[in-house]
């Protein structure tokens, strides 16, 4: 006997009607463009009769045209459903195609894709659509934003309104990640990635994570993506522009004259910003998050040296936008530089790259002062303030105040000090320049005309330096003076919350270097010397993200741990990177393996001591047949530099597959030589001191 389907509990749906249910079911959010829509089907007087909806693609348009038209069939109107893709731009393959709702009261004209026949929209609005039956309406949908005739006629000002389709909301995101059954455990990474594409989050559902593992996007979701939210390229000057709009948090002209040279800028400039998923704004262009991330990722996952070249790049670029900045737009500078490491980590996700309209960075100005000592002295003791009114005294332009707008209370405070040789009263005022300045005559005296800076005070009420917006601020100050500041030999910063903030700084090259005892209080201080990194090297080395910044404090020959050195996968990302750099030594000079045991302490060129350590392992893994294969692939791929993977592949006389399987291997081998490879020693030579009338400081450094 036959089953039927009210006996298997399907229901008298077909199949047709179940599909449509589901796809109402997974529509997320949306209340807005649905409102719009259920009034134009309920024939409200004041509804629209013509709605465009736009939006990047995968942005959730097309569910919102099924949306329009499930309401539509069930209020028994005719739909008619046409898709853009299918007309070639003829204007009578769209009059045939919808000449149903020019014949039929009450129809319902759908075109979807519209970008795909754009060159219509003129005449869709002049001449068919006046063709219409009583009462139809249209919903339109196309990545592209509709033209400005459809406002700035009179007539169609009443009868049109433009939906700008966003992305979802966090809230919305998981909702729809928990339709399609994703573990809330999981979600987070997937609402990070996606940015809010409907798409971007349904692809990537379908790829759940393995238990205990981070989710990541594989090559398919990644491949997907690019296609259906970027589609086809001009060519490879605007997929370059793409990288560099997917990396830079605002991109203007001049950041891609830098990265592009040039050629055609102005005409790429000009693409990118009416392009659908690009928002411009008077700051410059933004990418829809959806298409950053997956751009990013894509990037990262097929060319992964390409992708930190990039990065370097633009950081480069970043400093000299701070650098070239008018003084009120520095910090803003500065935090659109810090955009590119929005994923390595920060105290609390620090920065948000952003300004902070409520809140003002001022000059410390007569009448601050009581306050200023007061909340030193509530936030770090009467010794720390005490230090603070030495310093108001000799350098109070150091000083930078923050203020709530519409209040001139200080609301938290900041000091970067300059030194190139500090007074005996400094020394006995503020135990912390005391013990900095025998550190630096110790480790790294001071050449002519060369000072440090030290950023001595951070507060801000309540203590503890804890992430805020003021704190930031302080943070964006110090960044800023570094990379603007010209003969600065040696940097410092001081912070009591050390275990907050150590790992963040240590990452980025700032290890501590001393901590002081302030009347009973952990003073912890953090170093560089850039005479051993320059700025321009460090942004650099910094946007490089398969290798740890250096730390760049230098170590006496005595006071260096044999076994301090990078952890072996560090030591291994420095090997790679060291290859890749081979022939651009500006870059060789920041490799994290100048720090290692195969550079020796007190090397007079450190760089030229790598370079020998590297051939001679190169040299000695030519012991048997596989060996010198590696040697080969790697003299080919990095120190005589092929231009290309496949031009070294052509030049070894081996299939390209052939050629990546022994490069990689090849690598392998040159990391285990390098970490068996001795230690070098050398007899350091005495730091020439300038001599000085000024006596060293005595300070207390635990």
């Known amino acids: 006997m036959t089953e039927t389907r009210e006996g298997l509990g399907l229901g008298a749906v077909g199949l047709a009607g179940r599909l449509a249910q589901a796809r109402a079911g997974a529509l997320v959010g949306r209340e807005p463009e649905r409102a719009v829509l259920d009034r134009m089907l309920s024939g409200a007087a004041d509804a629209p009769l013509v709605a465009y909806m736009h939006g990047p693609g995968g942005i959730g348009k097309s569910s919102l045209v099924r949306y329009a038209a499930r309401k539509a069939e069930l209020t028994g109107r005719r739909v008619v459903h046409v898709d853009g893709r299918f007309l070639d731009a003829d204007p009578r393959r769209l009059e045939e195609t919808a000449a149903p709702a020019c014949a039929e009261p009450g129809a319902v004209l759908l075109i979807d894709t519209f970008e795909q026949c754009q060159p219509l929209e003129a005449w869709l609005r002049e001449t068919f659509l006046l063709r219409l039956a009583d009462h139809a309406i249209v919903v339109v949908a196309s990545r592209v934003a509709p033209d400005a005739e459809w406002s700035l006629d009179p007539g169609w000002a009443q009868l049109f309104t433009a939906l700008a389709v966003r992305p979802l909301d966090a809230a919305q995101s998981h909702a729809l990640l928990a339709a399609r059954g994703v573990p809330a455990e999981q979600r987070g990474a997937f609402v990070a990635f996606a940015g809010g594409s409907p798409l971007a989050l349904s692809l990537a559902a379908s790829v759940p994570a393995a238990p205990g593992a981070p989710w990541e996007p594989t090559g398919d979701v990644l491949r997907t993506l690019v296609e259906r939210l970027v589609g086809d390229l001009p060519s490879a000057v605007h997929r370059r522009a793409l990288e560099v709009v997917a990396q830079a948090y605002v991109t203007r002209e001049p950041l891609l004259r830098a990265l592009l040279g040039d050629e055609e800028t102005d005409k790429v400039f000009s693409w990118l910003r009416r392009l659908p998923y690009i928002e411009a704004t008077p700051e410059g262009l933004h990418p829809h998050d959806a298409v950053r991330a997956t751009l990013e990722a894509d990037l990262r996952w097929r060319d992964p040296e390409r992708y930190d070249d990039v990065r370097a790049r633009i950081s480069l670029a970043g400093l000299q936008a701070v650098r070239g900045a008018a003084e009120d737009d520095v910090l803003l500078r500065v935090a659109e530089w810090m955009f590119l490491f929005r994923n390595q980590g920060g105290p609390d996700d620090l920065y948000n790259y952003r300004t902070h309209p409520h809140i003002e960075d001022t000059p410390l100005r007569a009448e601050d002062v009581p306050g200023v000592l007061r909340m030193a002295e509530e936030a770090e003791g009467p010794a720390s303030a005490a ?47 005391a013990a900095v300045w025998d550190l630096v005559e110790e480790a790294a005296p001071l050449g002519p005309g060369e000072h440090l800076g030290i950023r001595r005070f951070a507060v801000q009420p309540g203590g503890n330096q804890r992430p805020s917006p003021l704190m930031e601020l302080t943070s964006r100050r110090t960044i800023g003076e570094e990379m603007r500041t010209h003969k600065r030999a040696v940097t410092f910063t001081v912070f009591e919350d050390a275990d907050r903030w150590g790992p963040y700084l240590a990452e980025a090259g700032m290890p501590e270097v001393a901590a002081v005892d302030v009347d009973g209080r952990q003073q912890h201080v953090f170093g560089r010397d850039w005479r051993r990194q320059t700025v321009e090297q460090w942004v650099q080395h910094r946007a490089r993200t398969a290798v740890m910044p250096v730390a760049t404090w230098p170590a006496t020959a005595a006071a260096r741990d044999p076994g301090d050195q990078p952890a072996r996968a560090v030591f291994a990302e420095g090997v790679l990177e060291t290859l890749r750099t081979w022939h651009t030594p500006r870059e060789f000079a920041t490799s994290v393996l100048l720090y290692s045991h195969l550079v020796p302490p007190g090397s007079p060129d450190p760089a030229a001591d790598l370079r020998g350590a590297i051939i001679t392992a190169l040299d000695a893994l030519q012991i048997d047949p596989a060996g010198v294969k590696a040697h080969e692939a790697l003299t080919a791929t990095y120190i005589t530099a092929s231009r290309t993977h496949k031009a070294a592949a052509r030049r070894l006389g081996v299939p390209y597959g052939t050629y990546r399987r022994h490069l990689a291997l090849a690598k392998e081998r040159l990391i285990e030589q390098l970490l068996r490879q001795p230690t070098t020693t050398i007899t350091p030579t005495p730091h020439p001191r300038e001599s000085s009338a000024t006596p060293a400081c005595v300070g207390s450094v635990q």
């Open 387 to 433: 230090a603070v009114a030495h310093w108001v005294r000799r350098q109070p332009e150091a000083f930078r105040v923050h203020r709530y707008a519409g209040s001139s209370a200080p609301a938290s405070f900041m000091a970067i000090l300059r030194l190139d040789a500090p007074l005996p009263e400094d020394c006995a005022e503020d135990p912390v320049i």
